[in-house]
C-alpha cells in the first residue's frame, strides 16, 4: 500500500479509521517557520465530523499531537510528524462488512487487493477519515504559501441542484478567499447557504445522500512555475486531488465546457498592464502547457454523494456467493462536501508548495522582456 505522495516535500499518511490514531509525516518542509497554532486548530475544525446535522455525529476533537519536526513553535526542517487520537469509535457497526460489502466503498476492492487483510472498520485506511491529517499537513504547507504571497480559498460551487455564484476566474480577490475561511457554509451567494443545507436535511430525512461541486481559486502565483509533460501544475494537482476519497472529477479553467468553444473563444488574449503580461479572460484557468501565466489558477472537483447510505441496497453475500441485502449502519454524512472544502484547500496547498520547491531555472523578474 502506497499512501505517499511528492517530489520535493513528502507527505505519507498513516492510521485506520478505527484505530488508535491516524497522522502524517510531512518530510522536506522548510525550516524556520512560525507556526499559528489557532489558524491551524480553527483549520482542524472546519473538517472536524459532529458539528450540525449535516455531519456525521462521530465526535471527535481531532486535536493534533505534533510529535517531531517543530521546535518553540517553528519548523525545523526535519521531518514534520502529527498525530490524532481516535476517541469516538463504533466498531460493532462494521462487523459485516467482510461479508456484505458496501456499494460505492472499497470494502470489496480493498478486500480483494489485500487478501482479506485489510482493516474493515469504519472503511480502515479507505475512510474520510484520513483527511484529518492531511488538513493538518496542507494547513503548514499553506502558512509557509502565505509568506509568499500565495492565498488559496474555495467555495461550495453546488450541492445537488443549488448553484453557487462562480468565482471571477480574472479578478479573485484575498479578501474575498479569507473569507470563505471565516464561513460555515463558504458560498459567494450567501442566500443560496440555507438552500444547500436544506437539500442535505432532504436527502438525510429519505435515508440517503447528495453530491456537489467545489470551486478553488488560488492567487499569487508567479508565472512560469511548472514543467510540461509529466510534471505539469495540473498533472500535480489533479493526483493529490484524486487522492481525496469521494473527488470523482476535476476540471480546470472552463474544462468540459471548453469542448463546444471555438479556438478564438477558448483562447485567452494577452495584453499589458503596468509592465505585466495577462490575459483578458482565463478560460484555460491561468495555465498554458501546464505552467503558470500568472493569472489566477481556478479548478473545480467533483465530490461524490456520500456512498453509506442507510436506505437498503443490494450487495452480494461473499461468503456464501449470493445475492444479498444490505442496510448500513454507523454514523455517516448525508453529504460530505461542506467538509470536504477545508480538505480540498489542504490538498491544494501541499500539491502547489511542492510545485513551488522545483528547481526552475529562470522565471524573469519582469516576465514582458523575456530572454535578455
Known sequence: MSSTWGRNIRISVFGESHGTGIGVVLD?????????????????????????????????????????????????????????????????DYADLQILPRPGHADYT?????????????????????????????????????????????????????????????????????????????????????????AVEDARLAMNSVGGIVETAVIGLQPGIGSPMFRNVEARLSSMLFSIPAVKGVEFGDGFALSAMTGSEANDAFYMDNGHVRTRTNHNGGLNGGITNGMPVVFRVVVKPTASIFMEQETVNLKTATDAKLSVKGRHDPCIVIRAVPVLDAATAIAILDLLLDPNPVVAANPAAGPG
Open 110 to 198: 480493498g478486500q480483494v487487493r489485500y487478501g482479506g487483510f485489510n482493516d474493515p472498520r469504519g472503511g480502515g485506511h479507505f475512510s474520510g477519515r484520513l483527511t484529518a491529517p492531511l488538513v493538518f499537513a496542507g494547513e503548514i504547507c499553506r502558512q509557509y504559501l502565505e509568506t509568499k504571497g500565495i492565498t488559496i480559498g474555495s467555495h461550495i460551487q453546488t450541492i445537488r441542484d443549488v448553484i453557487d455564484c462562480p468565482f471571477d476566474p480574472c479578478r479573485v480577490g484575498v479578501s474575498e478567499l479569507e473569507l470563505l475561511r471565516t464561513m460555515a457554509v463558504p458560498v459567494n451567494d450567501r442566500s443560496c447557504a440555507q438552500e444547500m443545507l436544506d
Open 28 to 92: 522536506g518542509f522548510p525550516a524556520g517557520l512560525a507556526l499559528d497554532m489557532d489558524q491551524l486548530a480553527a483549520e482542524m475544525a472546519r473538517r472536524r465530523p459532529g458539528t450540525g446535522r449535516h455531519a456525521t455525529a462521530r465526535s471527535e476533537a481531532d486535536q493534533v499531537e505534533i510529535l517531531s519536526g517543530v521546535h518553540n513553535g517553528i519548523t525545523t526542517g526535519t521531518p514534520l510528524c502529527g498525530i490524532i487520537r481516535n476517541m469516538d469509535t463504533k466498531s460493532v
